[in-house]
């Protein structure tokens, strides 16, 4: 039971969040402790600080975040670069937009609601959104010369709930697909946008649920794994469930009591200093890519790519589910949901053309829970890790793990939306894994 105290405390946080700038925030969002203290050394987590500066100076990104955890304490925190243009220096608390890595968010808002009875895994999606019950299907068939013809058919059976969360829906991003009546369908339905990438905001919840039940879907449901609009639905679920908005829900049940003072779907005027801002070309392309605007409240909550947080915040969502749904002697989930959403849910019957890991950091080895990405085996991958560990990223460069076997948390921030992506997910993590050892 949360402590008079901690309600207080809570309550401060909050209040100064809110109107006192973040420099003057000196809040450890974990306790501290020296590296060696908890098997790692002070020395090779220098090594961060060393390729992280030299990336910078090279113009690989504006500059980012990272923050290392280890048996629950703070190890290592720091940043680097600027912002934005205007040569205004990153900061620990720098607010960026996290995009995918509200996946995991809406994700744990939605087994909440499996943990209050009101949703089950195996519900179909139609039992909450209107007309999700006719879904149709796209195929797409060769002839003889190899042109391609598309046929539609209807869907063999209804999506579920576990299928959004483990994007076996059928569902499809417009960013990423090939199937032409798809992604013409989610252009039409003002889920996708040609001229900014993973922006469905456009649209009100009612008419993203109207809209998206008339596209057709790139794969039978079930069968698959696609990334993609998945989790934007499920939020549409949690609101239907909950009878609130899906800001609401994250809010009372996940952000305020972790105290993530810094983590929604809108930046009001007094943070928007502290918002990031990518490069306009990096060593990696030759072109910008234009970030979503945040400064103002949008039509829809996107569960799949809207929100903001800080390297801070996002440090105290990983602890909470490294320590089994706990933080602080405040229980979130049980310890139950969080193995069944670190497992593995595809099994050996669900096709994985493009598999999580190659999407992520360009390797095999890892296979999807219930909105986390999860290692296999130790091996396989091109890249540091434990069998077991669980992840996700987001499209303007951020990225996150938890490692049970090593009990080491980590999180990297920075604005860079450009092909760059996967070689710095691999450079953090095997930059943190080097520091390991005990």
């Known amino acids: 039971m949360e402590t008079l105290a901690r309600r207080r405390t809570l309550r401060l946080w909050t209040a100064l969040a809110a109107f006192v700038p973040a420099a003057a925030l000196a809040l450890s969002p974990l306790p501290a402790a020296k590296p060696e203290d908890v098997g790692m050394s002070s020395a090779k987590l220098t090594q961060i600080d060393k390729v992280m500066k030299q990336e910078v100076a090279d113009g690989s990104f504006r500059g980012g975040v990272v923050m290392v955890a280890r048996k629950g304490k703070l190890v290592y925190h720091k940043a680097w670069g600027n912002q934005t243009a205007s040569g205004k220096p990153m900061v620990e608390d720098s607010i960026f937009r996290i995009y995918s890595m509200t996946k995991p968010l809406t994700s744990v808002a939605a087994m909440l609601l499996v943990e209050d009875g009101k949703i089950q895994l195996t519900d179909p999606v139609s039992k909450y959104l209107p007309g999700w019950d006719k879904m149709q299907v796209s195929v797409a068939t060769k002839d003889a010369a190899g042109a391609t013809t598309y046929a539609t058919v209807p869907a063999d059976r209804p999506i579920t709930v576990q299928d959004l969360l483990r994007h076996t829906s059928g569902l499809a991003y417009g960013e990423i697909t090939q199937n032409a009546p798809v992604k013409e369908g989610l252009e039409k339905a003002g889920v996708y946008r040609k001229d900014l990438d993973y922006d469905s905001r456009g649209v009100t919840p009612a008419e993203q649920v109207e809209r998206m039940s008339t596209v057709p879907l790139a794969f039978q449901p079930g069968t698959t794994w696609n990334y993609s609009l998945s989790v934007d639905i499920l939020g ?203």
Do not use: H
Not at 247 to 258: D, F, G, H, S, Y
Not at 284 to 294: H, I, N
């Open 236 to 438: 549409r679920v949690v609101e239907a469930a909950s009878g609130k908005r899906l800001a609401e829900v994250i809010e009372e049940r996940i952000t305020k009591p972790l105290m993530m003072v810094d983590t929604g779907f809108w930046v009001p005027a007094a943070k928007m200093p502290r918002v990031t801002e990518t490069l306009d070309k990096d060593r990696f392309a030759p072109r910008g890519f234009p970030l979503l605007d945040v400064s103002a409240q949008p039509k829809n909550d996107s569960g799949g790519a809207g929100a903001v947080s800080t390297a801070s915040d996002y440090l105290r969502f990983s602890q909470m589910l490294l320590n089994g749904g706990t933080l602080d002697g405040n229980r979130i989930l049980s310890r139950t949901t969080v193995r069944l959403m670190t497992s593995d849910s595809l099994g050996g019957n669900i096709a994985t053309p493009l598999q999580p890991g190659e999407l992520l950091m360009g390797v095999k080895g890892y296979t999807f829970g219930l909105g986390f990405m999860v290692r296999q085996g130790d091996g396989v991958a091109g890249v540091a890790g434990s069998a077991g560990e669980f992840m996700w990223a987001g499209y303007s460069g951020t990225f996150f793990w938890v490692d049970p076997k090593e009990q080491l948390v980590a999180v990297f921030m920075t604005p860079a939306a450009s092909p760059n992506r996967p070689y710095f997910r691999r450079m953090i993590k095997n930059l943190v894994y080097q520091a390991i050892v005990d």
